[in-house]
C-alpha cells in the first residue's frame, strides 16, 4: 500500500500525533475524513489515544479546547470538508488570543476540484486568519494550527492498523529559549497585576518584592497573599493614586479599572509578554519582557497599606451579598476543593467571582481557568467537560450564566460509551444578560430597549432542555449550594440557581458607595 493513499495519510497522521505526546482527539463525523476517523478508533482501541466523539464541530473545538486548555498537551480536533470546518472558527480564535495548542485537523476533497461544483468542495486552506496553516502531517506544531489533508479515493480500505511505536511528551507550552530578563529595583510603590493564565511567577515576584498581588479569578496566582477586592481599591481608594509602577503577566481583561491602569502614560509598566497579552496599545512607558527579578523586599508599609484597605473593602461587599447573585459566586469559591477544578464562564459569573473570590492556600492545586482569549460566551459547556476530562476530580464545577449555558447546550449531547466526566455545571439563572445592565447599555435612558436588544430573555425551561440530553437537573435556592456542591458526584449534572436580575445596576453603585465611603474615612 503506497504512503500517499488517504489510508496512508491517516497512519502517519496518527503516528506524528504519538510523537508529539498527544493524549486526546476530537472527531467530529464525516465522509472525506473516513480514513482519520477509523485511524483514530485505531489508536483508541490500542489505548495510544483516548478519542471523544462529537456530531456538533463546533462543540467538538470547543471540547479540544478544554482539553488542550487543562491537560497542557496539543489536542486535535478533525472535522470533515465544507461547512464543517467554518465551524471550528470560534475555538480557533479562542485557541489562538489565548495560546492554547489546539490543532484543528480538516480533511479535504483533492486540490483538482477546488473551484469547481463539486460536493461539499469550498477554499479550505487558511481559513482561520492568524492561525498557521499546513498541509502536511509532518509539519505539525506544538501551538495552534490548521492542518488541512487533501485526501482522495479510495478513502478507507480493508487494512489491520498498526499504530504503536514512539510516544514524546509534546512539551507541553514551549515558550522562549533566550528569555529577555528585566530587573526591578526596589522603591517605587509597584503593584503586580496577573491576568488570565500568569500563573504563579506574578504571585512569587509579589510575595519576595513585598508588593499587592491584584490577580484574576483565571489568573492562576490567586492565592497566598492576593487581594480580594483590587477592583473596588482601584477605583475607589487614596492607594490607587499612589502608584509609582505596574509590573503585569498574564492578560488582564476583566475589569476596567485594571484596563485604566495599565492604559497610564505617566508611570513605567512591565509586562511580562507581549503586545499580544497586553489589553491596550503599548506606549513608551511599557516594557515588553520575558522574566522579571528582583532583590530584597520593599517597604512593608506599602503593602500593608493595601492589605488594611482590601480587608475593609471585603468587609463592606460581605455585608451586602446575602441574597444577591454574589451569594452564588461565593460558594463557588468556596466548594472548590484541593487538587479541584473550576471553569467559569464569561460575562456575569467570572466578574460575581472576581469580587468575592478568596485566595486559595498556596500549594493545594486548584486549577481556575476560563476562556479569556476572546472571553465570548460560546463552548463554554464543552470547554468546561473537555478541562474536566484532562483533570479528572470529583469537585470539579463550572460556573456559568443561562445564556452561556443555552448558547452551548449541545455540548451536552454526548453519545453513550463516550467519555465523560464528573462535573456539576452551576447556572446562575437570571433570564438574561445582567451584565449589560451594569455597562452603559443600563442606563434609564435606554430603559425602552434595554430588554429585547440587551436582556434579551428567553424563558427557557432549562429542566427540560437537560431531560432532552438525558443531564440530571436540580433547582435549588442559593443558599442551598453550598450543601449541594459538597455531595459526591458521578457523571455530568446541573444545579440551576435562580437569581434576580431586577436591581443589579443599583447594587452595584451601592457596593461602590459603601466601599468609597469606608476607604475614604
Known sequence: MSQQTSVGVARRFVMELRVRGVEDAVLAPGSRSGPLALALAAADEQGLIRLHVRIDEREAAFLALGLAKASRRLVPVVTTSGTAVANLHPAMLEALHSDV?????????????????????????????????????????????????????PLIEPIKWELGGAHGDGGGFLRFHNPRIKHLETGPRTVVVAGDDARQPA?????????????????????????????????????????????????????????????????????????????????????????????????????????????????????????TPYEVALAVNRAVSPEGLLFVGSSSPIRDLDLVARPYPVGERRLIIANRGLAGIDGVLSSAIGAALARPSSRAIAYVGDLTFLHGSNGLLIGPGEPRPDLTIVVASDDGGSIFSTLEQGA?????????????????????????????HRLVAAGELAAVLAEDVTGIRVVEVPVDRTGRRELDARIAADVRAELRS
Not at 211 to 222: D, F, K, N, Q
Not at 456 to 465: I, N, Q, R, V
Open 101 to 153: 495548542p489546539v490543532l484543528a485537523v480538516t480533511a479535504d476533497r483533492p486540490g483538482r476540484l477546488r473551484g469547481t461544483g463539486a460536493n461539499q468542495t469550498t477554499e479550505q486552506r487558511e481559513i482561520f486568519p492568524g492561525i498557521p496553516f499546513i498541509e502536511r502531517v509532518k509539519q505539525i506544531t506544538v501551538g495552534p494550527a490548521h492542518l488541512n489533508l487533501e485526501l482522495d479515493e
Open 203 to 323: 504571585r512569587i515576584l509579589a510575595r519576595d518584592a513585598g508588593w499587592p498581588l491584584l490577580a484574576e479569578p483565571s489568573s492562576g496566582s490567586r492565592n497566598g497573599e492576593a487581594l480580594v477586592s483590587y477592583r473596588l481599591l482601584l477605583a475607589h481608594s487614596p492607594l490607587a493614586e499612589r502608584i509609582e509602577r505596574v509590573v503585569s503577566f498574564g492578560h488582564a481583561t476583566l475589569t476596567r479599572p485594571v484596563t485604566r491602569l495599565l492604559s497610564r502614560t505617566d508611570i513605567p509598566i512591565v509586562h511580562v509578554g507581549t503586545q499580544a497579552t497586553f489589553p491596550v496599545p503599548a506606549g513608551p512607558n511599557v516594557t515588553f519582557t520575558d522574566e522579571v527579578t528582583t532583590t530584597g523586599a520593599d517597604d512593608p508599609a506599602w503593602l500593608d497599606a493595601w492589605k488594611q484597605a482590601d480587608a475593609t473593602a471585603t468587609d463592606t461587599v460581605d455585608a451586602l451579598v446575602p441574597g
Open 444 to 472: 434609564p435612558e435606554y430603559a425602552v430597549s434595554f430588554e429585547r436588544v440587551f436582556a434579551t430573555p428567553t424563558g427557557a425551561d432549562l429542566g427540560a432542555l437537560c431531560a432532552g440530553y438525558g443531564v440530571p
